[in-house]
């Protein structure tokens, strides 16, 4: 062993520092770029360094004191609570099955199994306002959620409830009418409402965003929140009553920068809404909820969940709240939900859901596995529900507070996100705040333009997506599940509706003409907490009478809708999935994938990096690789290739050979009817020479995969 020493020797001394270190990192770089080599960067623009040291740590106050805080204490970087909660953060599951009677049978399943919460959303019909017997609702009913139109069909939900149970309801644009049929549903249940655990869950913003409109004005919807909010402290004191979703901008591409600007800009607009409305700002702010979506970046997600609690804390200090505290849910992200290999999710939801507890979230939603292909079964559901319980009750990480705290890369991470979120935050609010952008169309052209660069990313697998853009599975069997019949559940809803029929919908739009309900813009002088006695009590009557979704819609419509350009929504795996869907469709009509041959060179150990990674390439998009021992000469492969069937060939081999073999190789699959040609490997200074010598694309880490992929299946005639 040499006694020469290297100058980072930790036997000498103390460690040399970052200086030093660089300068030994460089030398092993030979000249090779630092930021290029070992410097990754987020989408959000932010870079990752590839050391960490307590220089990194954000600065210290006047005092010294930590800038993060202590737990519980502002800024609340380090979580809400200021000691271990015996109990942890609550696990809420999603309700979804269309018929009420079914999703009553969940909500039974999954409070007796573990699950402390439950989160119920109303199907587009209840969202928009339309009674099951208007024809407008009869492709809405079910939709995207559980058909609720009276309160006869929600009694058996809040009958599963128990004491400690929450209940968080989506009701999209009509949260007042959601808020009359609980109250008329406890009446029929026996129930006493002021004893339920509600997330009424009202929100205005992210309901426009996510269905496109609102069936009133975007001012009218935030001042029927201070109704909602002042009725609820009377009649439902233990309710929260404004939410806060990141949900649909998330699913429209949002970066983490940007779903904590937008979702303080939505929590500001509210804050100001409830204390327009009388409440005090410290009640005000008691009734906002915010649910962030997480993905699978542990790091960047557990920064994103100590960020918003800080900056929010921020907000509050600042609208003069004397102690300032964050009510943070959160769910496992539905555009890192895969429907290929979708058993991957169970991983990606225990990455998101441990991020979420380390993050500090109070509480937190699984999505089931199977929910990007279709409706969850009772297994997937149950999966989602034990990822939480494992990570509560068999690793304990409630026990810890703030367990990422002290780490050089967290800490800095959550300063820069910070930062970089609080400045796209103050421009946002500059432009009008977030309903404002979402109005002019400026905010949706943004996160498409997100969305663009990272499908841009994703496509050539800079952010690899495991069993769809790597390691695909083509021969992997779909997943088995039965579906609601919906069209009969929509026959039968219909012709019930149609059978209770006018009396009690007439009385309803009679109270809605003569009750005092507000018509125009002139309402918004009115005191916002006699509108609210005047018209939800009157609601609630109506709804524990009978009246469904259409007559207390009417009760509360007032202008009309509001309609914005539409959010577009994509899951990370889609555009390969569209590439796979065509393949399955051309093996079910002719019985055969689209295949590619691969002409390997020379023995096994020069060519198999290669084709591994040609095989991998092409079965992204459904493509079938034919694979083989290698060829030592060009008359060989073509004859191979003739016996294959194929029309398209990928040349794999060694860098060495390249040079030296291509030309040949390529002529001979070019005479041998090969329609296109593939090299696997950059081409580099000799591009031009094989492409006269018959290829006609190279395939390498960076290249654009899916271009290439719908190129190549529209080349073999596999259609869309």
Not at 56 to 83: H, K, M, V, Y
Request: aromatic content about 6%.
């Amino acid at each position: 062993m040499s006694e020469e020493r290297s100058s980072l020797d930790l036997g000498q001394g103390p460690f040399p520092g970052r200086e030093a270190w660089r300068e030994v990192v460089e030398r092993g770089l030979a000249g090779a770029s630092f930021e290029k080599k070992l410097v990754s960067l987020l989408g959000e623009g932010l870079a990752i360094q590839p050391l960490y040291t307590r220089g990194d740590l954000p600065d210290a106050g006047a005092g010294g004191e930590d800038p993060a805080g202590f737990p519980g204490a502002p800024p609340l970087t380090r979580g809400a609570w200021p000691l271990a909660t015996p109990g942890g953060w609550e696990i809420l599951q999603r309700l979804d099955h269309p018929d009420p009677s079914a999703a009553a049978e969940q909500a039974a399943v999954e409070l007796s199994r573990g699950a402390t919460g439950l989160r119920l959303t109303f199907d587009a019909a209840f969202r928009a306002g339309l009674s099951p017997s208007d024809p407008a609702a009869l492709g809405l009913l079910g939709e995207g959620g559980v058909h609720v139109s009276r309160a006869d069909q929600l009694a058996p939900i809040l009958a599963r409830l128990g004491e400690e149970s929450r209940l968080a309801i989506d009701a999209g644009g009509q949260p007042l009418a959601a808020a009359a049929l609980v109250q008329a549903a406890c009446a029929l249940q026996g129930l006493e409402p002021s004893r339920l655990q509600l997330s009424l869950d009202a929100d205005p913003i992210g309901a426009l965003a996510r269905d496109g409109a609102l069936p009133l004005q975007l001012e009218a919807a935030l001042e029927d929140l201070g109704e909602l909010a002042l009725w609820a402290k009377a009649q439902l004191p233990l309710a929260t009553t404004a939410l806060v979703s990141t949900e649909a901008i998330h699913h429209a591409g949002a970066d983490a920068v940007q779903e904590l600007a937008i979702a303080l800009s939505t929590g500001a607009r509210y804050l100001r809404a409830l204390e327009a409305a009388g409440l005090s700002i410290e009640d005000a702010a008691d009734q906002i909820v915010f649910q962030l979506q997480v993905g699978s970046d542990v790091f960047v997600e557990i920064a994103k969940l100590r960020t918003a609690r800080r900056l929010w804390c921020r907000i509050l200090e600042a609208s003069g709240v004397e102690s300032p505290r964050m009510t943070l849910h959160a769910q496992t992200a539905w555009r890192s939900m895969t429907a290929r290999d979708p058993w991957v999710n169970m991983l990606r939801a225990t990455v998101a859901a441990f991020a979420g507890a380390a993050g500090g979230a109070q509480a937190f939603t699984v999505r089931p596995f199977d929910a990007a292909v279709s409706h969850p079964d009772d297994f997937a559901r149950r999966i989602a529900r034990n990822t939480q319980l494992i990570l509560r009750d068999e690793s304990q990480l409630h026990r810890v507070i703030d367990p990422a705290g002290g780490s050089f890369y967290v800490e800095n991470l959550s300063e820069e996100l910070g930062a970089a979120a609080w400045s796209e935050l103050q421009s946002l609010e500059a432009a009008g705040g977030v309903g404002a952008a979402l109005l002019e169309g400026s905010l949706q052209r943004r996160l498409a333009e997100t969305a663009a660069e990272r499908r841009n990313r994703i496509a050539r697998r800079k952010l690899p997506i495991t069993g769809v853009s790597e390691f695909p599975h083509l021969e992997e069997r779909p997943l088995a599940r039965q579906l609601p019949d919906l069209e009969s559940l929509r026959a039968k809803w219909v012709k019930d509706a149609s059978e209770r029929g006018g009396a009690v919908a007439g009385a309803g739009v009679e109270a809605a003409q003569t009750s005092g309900a507000p018509g125009g813009a002139g309402s918004a002088s009115r005191d916002a907490s006699e509108r609210g006695a005047s018209r939800l009590d009157r609601a609630s009557e109506l709804a524990a009478g009978g009246a469904d979704i259409g007559a207390l819609a009417g009760l509360f419509s007032r202008g009309g809708p509001t309609r914005i350009e539409p959010l577009r929504f994509e899951r990370l795996s889609e555009p390969f999935e569209r590439l796979r869907d065509r393949s399955d469709a051309q093996l079910a009509s002719a019985g055969v994938r689209p295949k590619v041959f691969l002409a390997n060179l020379g023995p096994v150990a020069r060519h198999l990096a290669r084709a591994m990674f040609a095989d991998n390439f092409f079965g992204a998009g459904g493509i079938e690789t034919q694979g083989n021992d290698g060829f030592a000469d060009a008359a060989e492969a073509a004859a191979a290739f003739t016996a294959s069937g194929a029309k398209v060939a990928a040349i794999c081999g060694a860098d060495a050979d390249y040079e030296a073999m291509i030309p040949a190789f390529a002529a001979a699959l070019r005479s041998a009817g090969a329609t296109r040609i593939y090299v696997a490997g950059r081409p580099g200074a000799h591009e031009e020479a094989w492409r006269k010598s018959g290829v006609d694309g190279f395939i390498f880490m960076g290249s654009d995969l899916v271009a290439c992929l719908e190129d190549t299946l529209d080349h073999m005639g596999v259609g869309r």
